[in-house]
């Protein structure tokens, strides 16, 4: 490939005797086998190669007409039958749109089976025959420990908002504590971001892709992520708030949105709610 500085592979263009560089010793081997000429002579034999048809062919599609700057690119068009950016762009959202259709089927085809009667009744059944008690394995001390495993893994780990948020109230108010690896405080099974212990108060940063802000989704599309309908991720946060407060604590939810428009502004909120109860 030709380069804009001069090495020590160079040659000379067929077309124009112009110095051609190149990188390395074995490009310039090749460019001596087919001889290839210069970029701007390459430009300029694929435009004047006959007609403008060349360079043109129609969209099989809505048969408009698509302009190519190459002859290559007009080939491998050709060869693969692309269709013009309108035609594709409206493709795609079409695949889009009958994906997610046949993902809510499947997700309501699946929870009706796994949510019958039967299936449930069939489940506590070999619970009993294998544990003799159903809720064994969730009372034993071996479901504890791999709960307390996976929670140093993945329920502790903190973002570089949340530690912001902290860092700034801790300075303000000494009480309040970022629930992180060394401290795994539980509500339940949940994990507070935040917590003010003395007066029972949890903050909980929520970041506006993996919990869904709700200026920002609909609640009846899907998660690229999570794979699940926008609507359940709500009700299980609501689920979560609502265990939280029925344990006696009082829950304050910063949206990442929020906390960049205006840090400020939230951190002397909260301070100002924290210091009034």
Not at 29 to 36: C, F, G, P, S, V
Not at 146 to 165: A, D, P, T, V
Not at 229 to 250: D, P, V, Y
Request: with cysteine; aromatic share 10%.
């Amino acid at each position: 490939m030709p380069v804009k500085y001069k090495t020590e592979y160079y040659r000379l263009c067929m077309v124009c005797n112009k110095e051609i560089y190149y990188k390395s010793e074995r490009l310039l081997y090749y460019a001596n086998i087919r001889n290839t000429p210069c970029r701007s002579c390459i430009a300029t034999l694929n435009q004047v190669k006959g007609d403008e048809n060349i360079l043109t062919r129609n969209c099989p599609t809505c048969n408009c007409n698509i302009t190519y700057s190459y002859v290559s690119q007009r080939r491998r068009a050709d060869k693969r039958n692309f269709e013009c950016k309108s035609c594709a762009h409206r493709w795609s959202l079409e695949r889009v749109e009958q994906q997610s259709k046949l993902m809510i089927e499947c997700r309501a085809d699946s929870s009706s089976i796994w949510n019958s009667e039967e299936t449930k009744r069939k489940h506590r059944e070999s619970m009993i025959r294998i544990h003799k008690d159903p809720n064994s394995y969730w009372k034993s001390t071996k479901h504890k420990e791999q709960l307390l495993q996976i929670r140093k893994l993945i329920g502790c780990n903190r973002s570089k908002y949340e530690r912001e948020l902290y860092f700034k109230l801790n300075l303000i108010d000494k009480n309040f504590i970022l629930n992180d690896e060394k401290i795994q405080f539980t509500i339940g099974t949940y994990h507070p971001d935040i917590l003010y212990l003395s007066k029972k108060i949890c903050i909980e940063f929520n970041g506006d892709y993996i919990h869904a802000n709700p200026l920002f989704y609909n609640e009846d599309s899907i998660h690229p992520t999570r794979k699940c309908l926008i609507k359940e991720i709500w009700e299980r946060e609501l689920k979560r708030t609502k265990f939280i407060e029925s344990q006696g604590w009082k829950v304050i939810i910063v949206w990442e949105h929020d906390w960049e428009l205006n840090k400020e502004k939230i951190v002397n909120d909260i301070i100002d709610h924290v210091h009034s109860l």
